[in-house]
C-alpha cells in the first residue's frame, strides 16, 4: 500500500521538530492498469468502474437467494452472514410444539397462551408462558446437543405479562448460571455468567437478552431455561394468568451474536452457496449454476469459508462447475490466472474448460490441474504438461501464451518446466468455469481471470498485485 508523507514544522517550548503524517493511497484496482480481461471473476473488486455484485448466493435453509456487493473493495461478508443466518433451535416461535419443555405452565388454552401478543416484528405471533394455580417454580426451557469447547450465543425475547424472569443456562456440566430480567425497568441483577449478558430494548415493552456460554462436554444440555419471577421468588403459588411473552428464540455456534431468524420443523445451519460469479471483466459474461449439488459453498455454519492457509475468504468446490453466459474462443488466450486451494493431491483444479473430451478442438482449456497425476495441463491444440506438481496449499496458477504462440505455465511466480510452442487451432468455445473434460475442480477458488491480448510484458506484476492481496506466496 502506498503513502504520502506531509513535511511541516512542529514549533513546541521553541523548538523545531519534523511531523510525518501518513495518508493511506488506496492501490489501483488491476483491471483499472491491465485492462482488456475476456472474464473476470473475484471475491473482491477488480475494476473501480464495475459496481456490481460479487456474487449471488443461496441460502440452504429456505433457498432463498441475494447479491452479495462490495464494501471498500472487498466482498461484504457482513451482509451476507446477516442474511444467510444461523439459528439451531427449530420451532423459534412456537411454544405450543414438544420441543419447547414446560413445568407448571398453564397450558389449558384458558387463557390462550400462543399467539396473544404483538411480536417486536410487528405480527401476532408471540405466545406467554402462564404460570399454573400450583405453588412451585413455572417455567419452560429448551435443550441442544452441544459440541465441548464450543461457544454458544443465546438469545430470546422477553417481555413483561405481570411477571419477571430469571433466565439460566446448564450448558456447562459445571455450573449453572443465571440472571435476573427485570421485564419493568429493563435491568439485569444476580448475574453468574462468566461474561454478562446483554439487554436491549426493542420497542413496545420488549427486550432482547442475549448470553454466551461454553460447553464443557458433548452431550445435549439444557441451554436455557426461562423461569417466572414473583417478586424476587421463582418459587410461589401461581394465579393461572400471569406471566412473560416470550418470542423469537435463537442459538448459533459461528462467534457472534445474529440478527434474529425464524425456524419453523427445519434449523438453520447457516450455510450458502454461490450462485453466480458476476464477471466484473465489463463483458457481462457471468457464470451460473442452477443445480443445488453443483454450486460451490461460500459460509458454513454461520460463519465465512477461509482458506485455512492465509485466512483470506474463499469458496469451497467439489466437483462443481458454472455455465458462462457466453462462450470464449479460446484461438486469442493470452493469460489465464487463478488463485486456488489444492486440497488434495487427487483433486482437479479447473478454471476455464468445456464439458467434452479434453484435447483436440474440443478442449482448448488454458490451464487446469489433471486430477489423477497432479500435472498441470495447457492445451491449445493438444495436450501440454507441463512437468508434476502434486503439492497442497494455496496458489497463483496461471497459463501465459505469447504471440508467438509461446505457452508457459506458472505456479507462484515460477514457471514451470515444460514449455512450448503451439499454434492455436479453431475448435468450440471455452464455455465453463470449473470444468475441463471429465476433470472437476475440488478444492478452493478466491478469483479468476482470463485476457485475450498479449499480456506477457504485464505477467509478472498481475501476479504481484494478485499476491499482495490473496497472500498465495
Known amino acids: 500500500m502506498g503513502a504520502s508523507i506531509y513535511l511541516g514544522k512542529s514549533l513546541s517550548a521553541g523548538t523545531k521538530g519534523c511531523n510525518i503524517v501518513l495518508a493511506s493511497i488506496a492501490p489501483s484496482l488491476l483491471l483499472d492498469t491491465y485492462t482488456g480481461a475476456a472474464v473476470a471473476y473475484s471475491l473482491r473488486q477488480l475494476r473501480t468502474a464495475y459496481t456490481g455484485a460479487a ?212 434449523a438453520n445451519n447457516g450455510d450458502a452457496y454461490i450462485t453466480t460469479w458476476y464477471d466484473q471483466s465489463g463483458n457481462a459474461n457471468d457464470a451460473t449454476q442452477a443445480t443445488a449439488a453443483s454450486q460451490a459453498q461460500i459460509v458454513s455454519s454461520g460463519a465465512v469459508i477461509t482458506d485455512p492457509n492465509t485466512g483470506k475468504i474463499s469458496s469451497t468446490w467439489t466437483s462443481d462447475r458454472y455455465t458462462l453466459t457466453t462462450g470464449i474462443s479460446p484461438n486469442t488466450q493470452y493469460l489465464s490466472i487463478g488463485v486456488v486451494n489444492r486440497t488434495t493431491n487427487t483433486g482437479g483444479i479447473n478454471q476455464l474448460g468445456r464439458s467434452s473430451a479434453i484435447g483436440g478442438i474440443n478442449g482448448q482449456q488454458p490451464l487446469f490441474w489433471f486430477a489423477t497425476t497432479g500435472n498441470l495441463r495447457s492445451d491449445m491444440s493438444t495436450g501440454l504438461v507441463h512437468g508434476t506438481n502434486t503439492s497442497t496449499g494455496v496458489f497463483i496458477m496461471t497459463s501465459e501464451k505469447n504471440a508467438s504462440n509461446l505457452k508457459t505455465a506458472y505456479l507462484n511466480g515460477s514457471a514451470l518446466v515444460t514449455t512450448a510452442t503451439e499454434a492455436p487451432s479453431a475448435g468450440s468455445n471455452l464455455d465453463v468455469f470449473g470444468q475441463a473434460g471429465s476433470n472437476y475442480t475440488f478444492g478452493r477458488y478466491a478469483e479468476y481471470i482470463y485476457w485475450d491480448s498479449e499480456q506477457s510484458a504485464n505477467r509478472t506484476a498481475i501476479e504481484d498485485n494478485i499476491n499482495t492481496y490473496w497472500n498465495a506466496y
Open 55 to 266: 456474487i449471488r448466493v443461496r441460502r440452504s435453509s429456505d433457498n432463498a437467494e441475494q447479491d452479495i456487493n462490495f464494501v471498500g473493495g472487498d466482498l461484504d461478508t457482513t451482509s451476507m452472514i446477516n442474511f444467510v443466518g444461523q439459528n439451531l433451535w427449530t420451532y423459534s416461535e412456537e411454544w405450543d410444539q414438544i420441543v419447547w419443555f414446560k413445568s407448571q405452565l398453564n397450558t389449558t388454552g384458558t387463557p390462550s397462551y400462543i399467539d396473544v401478543e404483538t411480536a417486536p416484528d410487528s405480527t401476532l405471533t408471540a405466545d406467554k408462558i402462564i404460570e399454573n394455580t400450583i405453588s412451585s417454580t413455572h417455567l419452560t426451557s429448551r435443550q441442544l446437543l452441544v459440541t465441548s469447547g464450543i461457544t454458544y450465543y443465546v438469545s430470546i425475547y422477553l417481555k413483561s405479562g405481570g411477571r419477571d424472569a430469571k433466565v439460566t443456562s446448564a450448558i456447562s456440566s459445571l455450573a449453572t448460571y443465571e440472571v435476573d430480567v427485570d421485564l419493568t425497568n429493563g435491568t439485569l441483577s444476580n448475574n453468574t455468567f462468566p461474561i454478562t449478558p446483554l439487554l436491549e430494548s426493542v420497542g413496545n415493552g420488549w427486550y432482547r437478552l442475549k448470553f454466551q456460554v461454553t460447553a464443557a462436554n458433548t452431550q445435549t444440555r439444557t441451554v436455557m431455561s426461562i423461569i417466572t419471577m414473583n417478586g424476587t421468588s421463582t418459587n410461589y403459588l401461581g394465579d393461572g394468568t400471569s406471566g412473560v411473552y416470550v418470542w423469537g428464540a435463537q442459538v448459533n455456534n459461528n462467534g457472534q451474536y445474529m440478527p434474529y431468524y425464524k425456524t419453523e420443523a427445519t
